[in-house]
């Protein structure tokens, strides 16, 4: 069993179960491959706090206990508050924090069993898309790199997650997803991740960006673990966050098998213009193709307003943002500038010491579309449009079972290539920003390689709580293909 | 009403006002809202704004607000929004404070009550504009640090109730009414304690003044007047400081303005070159406040019946005057006092005028309040059906009440034992009525054979020389004497 790190959670809950292998070897033998820290993937480790964990699930496994999860590795988004681990949310501001409680998404894989091998690094409170923009620690923060190429980027802001499941440092992950963040770095590093429906999983304990687009979600090898994780995930958390959806937690396995056989796939063309680049457009097609020789039909689909979700979401996200990143002051927690003259000095050098520059921009765009005088202009603008553009997609699924296109323009770009130009660093999110916008739940599954053999994800998106449905177009596509099962030169 | 002109400048204010709501936990949070705990002992997770933290809905905040829209005649809206009002402050964790800004859940509305103007009972009403729902900041401490500010968030997401009204007010006397009656109300329905000195009922004041029929003033807010008292000294003082500077030709600023207790003066605070864009946008951590219908019937098939309704009550059921009916509602307990006195002696109107009258009276210049009064309603309904049976008189009652309060004892439990002790005491200080005419008759005789200037001037057409007859009879009775068997009596023998 010298390849345990390339399995998936499906395969090591097998392995765990019939004691092949135990937890604790399991995760002695994960936390070995992260000496060195590759790809800069994780913020931290504390292999004593692993250790005890997969003892207790060997200790549950003992006992008869069968949940699929158990003593299986997982790692964390730094974005997740978690009581064992400190979290900075890639930010300065937090370096040395420790909550005293844990998410909700973290909890709930803790009692499924999991074992968790660390936190994740990403981009400073989930904003940017290359995972570029990573403060901690701040004695020399480290860009991730992508594990298909070191010279490129990973995709962000879940950037740690996507180079750890690729590169076989974890089999499993969470991310977070407020504009794309799970689907574009799932991508770029040809794994498996989806965001479920706003509101499914619970977002106490997620560092807030934007409210009302953040969500929670697994990334693995394949729809296979990710429907097992999605499970464990999603239940209702009515008592501690106002948004979580009153729904049942589901199987999300259950509809993994159904033949595609009359599904019908929306292709939007607003997804295919010009700006999508012909080594991601090749094998998009070839995957639809694949899936109409499944048996599922093709149809034609417009999301007329798709190029519009750049400045609503440019506009909406950096609102909330700039008001749940108030409560970084320095007061109660977090850093806090050694000297200063009085208050509102202590609060201006807190603040520009302990945020980055793409923080500090979407702070001051945010204060900006809030102020007064031009929040009906911008705010409540960009709000109508979105309700618009969730209209756009109601309209859409009367014709279609899911939609699919491309997640990204292009194939991962090379390390600094964008990091001066914010705005390229925003239109590539063109793909992945109406779903979230809408609060529809995406998934992206790697359908090949483009330009410098980098992988390429399709996006599948699909209507309000079809997750599973989503996941059984995933895994039908994936028992008919092998991109899922490539990993890149060095992991294995 | 020219009559409440200032120097020929019309006054005009308008409240808002802060009622701490009366529930265990706070509005977002589950952490405890009991008032004087050791500082930062009642603040959660949630209250401390810590990274991950959400808010949840207190629903029992929410059904005090349904309350005091029911109690008010206001709209309570299906659909209201909470807003995130964004500034920076130690004391407010999370860098903005959680209210309601363009739908509030209370909407219009009317307080309504009585106050002396001149020698008139007028009635007066104050148009609501809303009532809204939001959460305290925390308290900087400044006192007890040198050079530095402590900072308690134990109040922190207390839930507040922000009642708003129109500048409806005319007068310093009117704006602390219409406090009072509101105060009466919030504390009636049992939505907030009313402690003004802990904070738990706060008032600000917008006051302008103008020349009558001129457009309405530039307005100044006295913020935190936590007392009647202050209320109406701050009002007054900012009144005349207003006209001063307008008769002195200078233009009125807008501001915020504190009034100090002491020098009895109000001082700008911040002016409106200061104010904050608090940049408001809906919170998206909160859904909209849905109230259904069903929700609001719910809550007014539980609320207690409302003093105004009650007072109507009283004019009906008991015949009372509408202005004893009005007075016996100031309070919950004093309504519930009248109400059993009433129903046990069944008579309604010498209940209420004992009520009013000595019972009022020793309730103000003592520290007692209704709810620990040392005379149960038992007690004094005895001592009312012990003056209607003409066993003993109004001036034998009252010792007997004095007596009944200072040695106190009342047995709010047992009715019949309170009744027991009246007749004890009656029977202790001898106080019984002397209904027997032939003792009485003999008294007369004596009073009148020693009297004759005055039976002379009676029988001469002069009413008045009764008068000199009745006293010596009444005091050779010791008091006993039934007044009126007296007059029977003497009318009969000098007639």
């Known amino acids: ?492 | 009403m020219s009559a409440l002109l200032v120097h020929g400048y019309e006054v005009v204010i308008g409240f808002e006002t802060h009622a701490q709501l009366s529930t265990q936990s706070k509005i977002f949070s589950r952490a405890s809202t009991a008032f004087g705990a050791e500082p930062n002992t009642q603040a959660c997770a949630v209250d401390l704004a810590l990274p991950g933290t959400l808010p949840v809905m207190n629903k029992g905040a929410v059904e005090r607000a349904i309350q005091l829209g029911l109690a008010l005649g206001s709209h309570i809206a299906e659909r209201s929004i909470f807003a995130r009002k964004n500034y920076f402050y130690p004391d407010l964790p999370k860098g903005y404070q959680i209210s309601q800004f363009e739908i509030p859940v209370v909407q219009g509305g009317v307080v309504s009550f009585f106050m002396e103007e001149g020698k008139a009972t007028v009635h007066k009403t104050v148009r609501l504009v809303r009532a809204h729902l939001e959460e305290d900041a925390g308290k900087s401490l400044h006192e007890d640090f040198i050079a530095q500010t402590g900072i308690d968030l134990n109040r922190a997401g207390t839930p507040l109730l922000e009642i708003v009204t129109e500048p409806d007010m005319r007068s310093s006397a009117e704006a602390v009414a219409y406090a009072k009656e509101l105060h009466k109300i919030v504390t009636w329905i049992g939505i907030c304690d009313g402690n003004m000195q802990e904070g738990s009922f706060r008032c600000d004041a917008n006051v302008s003044v103008r020349k009558p029929g001129a457009p309405l003033g530039t307005r100044r807010e006295i913020k935190n007047l936590n007392s009647f008292k202050f209320m109406q000294q701050a009002i007054d003082y900012e009144v005349r400081w207003q006209i001063e500077q307008i008769e002195d030709g200078h233009a009125i600023q807008q501001a915020t303005v504190l009034f100090n207790p002491d020098t009895g003066e109000t001082r700008a605070m911040r002016t409106k070159e200061d104010a904050a864009d608090y940049r408001y946008f809906p919170d998206p951590d909160l859904p909209p406040l849905v109230i259904g219908r069903d929700w609001v019937e719910r809550v007014r098939s539980e609320m207690a019946e409302l003093p105004r309704v009650m007072a109507e009550r009283f004019v009906t059921q008991y015949g009372l005057p509408e202005y004893d009916a009005t007075q016996l509602t100031q309070s919950k307990a004093m309504a519930a006092y009248f109400e059993a006195t009433a129903k046990a002696c069944g008579q309604a109107k010498l209940a209420s005028n004992w009520i009013m009258g000595d019972v009022s009276r020793r309730l103000n210049s003592g520290e007692v309040a209704f709810e620990t009064l040392p005379v149960s309603a038992a007690q004094l309904a005895a001592l009312i059906g012990r003056i209607n049976d003409n066993t003993i008189s109004n001036n034998a009652a009252r010792q007997v009440f004095d007596a009944l309060w200072s040695e106190g004892g009342a047995n709010v439990d047992d009715a019949t034992a309170d009744a027991t002790r009246v007749d004890a005491i009656i029977d202790a200080k001898g106080l019984k009525q002397m209904n027997d005419s032939g003792e009485l008759e003999k008294i007369i005789d004596e009073v009148l054979a020693a009297n004759p200037k005055n039976v002379e001037e009676f029988k001469a057409g002069n009413a008045k020389a009764l008068n000199g007859l009745v006293g010596p009879i009444m005091k050779a009775s010791k008091g006993k004497a039934n007044p009126a068997q007296v007059n029977e009596l003497l009318l009969k023998k000098l007639g």
Request: aromatic share 8%; with cysteine; hydrophobic share 40%.
């Open chain 1, 1 to 492: 069993m010298s390849d345990l790190h390339t399995l998936g959670v499906a395969q090591l809950s097998a392995l765990l179960q019939n004691k092949d292998i135990g937890a604790v070897e399991l995760a002695t033998r994960m936390l070995a491959r992260l000496g060195g820290n590759p790809h800069n993937a994780f913020l931290s480790v504390d292999s004593e706090v692993t250790l005890a964990q997969a003892k207790a699930a060997d200790a549950r496994i003992a006992t008869g206990d069968t949940s699929p999860l158990l003593g299986v590795p997982i790692a964390h988004k730094d974005i997740f508050v978690t009581a064992d681990f400190p979290t900075t949310a890639g930010s300065r501001i937090l370096e040395g924090y420790r909550s005293p409680f844990n998410a909700t998404v973290v909890q709930r894989m803790g009692e499924a069993g999991m074992v968790t091998l660390g936190k994740l690094s990403c981009d400073e409170f989930a904003m940017g898309s290359a995972n570029e923009n990573v403060a901690v620690p701040s004695a020399k923060p480290q860009a991730v790199t992508n594990p298909w190429d070191v010279s490129r980027i990973p995709g962000g802001s879940s950037g740690g997650s996507a180079a750890a499941v690729a590169a076989c440092l974890t089999p499993a992950a969470t991310g977070t997803d407020t504009g794309g963040s799970i689907r574009q770095p799932a991508a770029f590093c040809g794994i498996t991740g989806i965001k479920p429906t706003y509101g499914r999983a619970s977002r106490y304990g997620m560092v807030a960006f934007a409210s009302s687009l953040d969500q929670a979600g697994p990334m693995a090898r394949n729809a296979e673990d990710c429907a097992l994780l999605l499970s464990a995930m999603c239940s209702p958390d009515l008592d501690r966050d106002s948004t979580s959806l009153d729904v049942k937690a589901e199987d999300f396995s259950r509809d993994l098998n159904k033949p595609l056989k009359g599904l019908r796939v929306g292709v939007p063309h607003e997804f295919f213009a010009d700006g999508l680049a012909s080594d991601v457009r090749g094998p998009i097609n070839t995957a639809l193709e694949n899936l109409k020789s499944q048996g599922a039909t093709l149809v034609s689909i417009a999301l007329p307003r798709t190029s519009l979700s750049i400045p609503v979401y440019y506009i909406i996200a950096p609102a909330e943002a700039s008001s749940n990143l108030s409560r970084f002051d320095g007061v109660k927690f977090g850093h806090r500038a050694k000297d200063f003259t009085d208050l509102a000095d202590m609060y201006e050098k807190t603040r520009t010491e302990g945020f980055g520059d793409e923080v500090k921009r979407r702070i001051m765009i945010g204060s900006y579309v809030l102020s007064h005088g031009y929040y009906d202009a911008y705010y409540l603008q960009a709000q109508k449009i979105r309700r618009m553009i969730a209209d756009d997609f109601q309209e859409a699924f009367k014709q279609c079972d899911v939609i699919a296109g491309p997640v990204a323009p292009t194939v991962a770009w090379k390390l600094g290539d964008k990091s001066d130009d914010p705005l390229a660093n925003y239109l590539a999110d063109i793909f992945t920003l109406p779903a979230s916008l809408a609060g529809l739940p995406g998934m992206s599954i790697p359908v090949g390689f483009g330009e410098g053999h980098m992988p390429v994800g399709m996006q599948l998106i699909g209507n309000y709580l079809q997750e599973a449905k989503l996941l059984n177009v995933a895994h039908q596509f994936q028992l008919a293909t092998e991109f899922h099962l490539k990993t890149p030169g060095g992991a294995a």
